[in-house]
Nanobody, 119 residues
Framework: QVQLVESGGGLVQPGGSLSVSCAASGNFSSINVMGWYRQAPGQQRESVAI???????SYADSVKGRFTISRDNAKNTVYLQMNSLKPEDTAVYSC?????????????WGQGTQVTVSS
């Protein structure tokens, strides 16, 4: 079994900063992609940032320059540092691990953590 546990989240004011983290445990390939998705009420879930095990990263246009994703492969942990937060960033943020199991692509998800940006 693979488990993803997020921590962080909360209420911050516009322009503020917040960081969230996600620790993965269990049996999975060292070749994988970890990242963050978010979903606001009434909205489609969207990719925020992803980081592959080889160090490549990618960001949604809406967060470029404000968010930074990083990972510690030794700890199987991925982080998302969020700066200059906007009300539009309010959403449930979920961590994902994408890898292969038994030759099949497999996605794992954390439970999600609420990020609210409001005055």
């Amino acid at each position: 079994q693979v488990q993803l546990v997020e921590s962080g989240g909360g209420l911050v004011q516009p322009g503020g900063s917040l960081s969230v983290s996600c620790a993965a445990s269990g049996n999975f390939s060292s070749i994988n992609v970890m990242g963050w998705y978010r979903q606001a009420p009434g909205q489609q879930r969207e990719s925020v940032a992803i980081a592959s095990s080889n160090g490549a990263t990618s960001y949604a246009d809406s967060v470029k320059g404000r968010f930074t994703i990083s990972r510690d492969n030794a700890k199987n942990t991925v982080y998302l540092q969020m700066n200059s937060l906007k009300p539009e960033d309010t959403a449930v943020y979920s961590c994902t691990l994408k890898t292969f199991r038994g030759g099949r692509p497999t996605d794992y998800w954390g439970q999600g953590t609420q990020v609210t940006v409001s005055s």
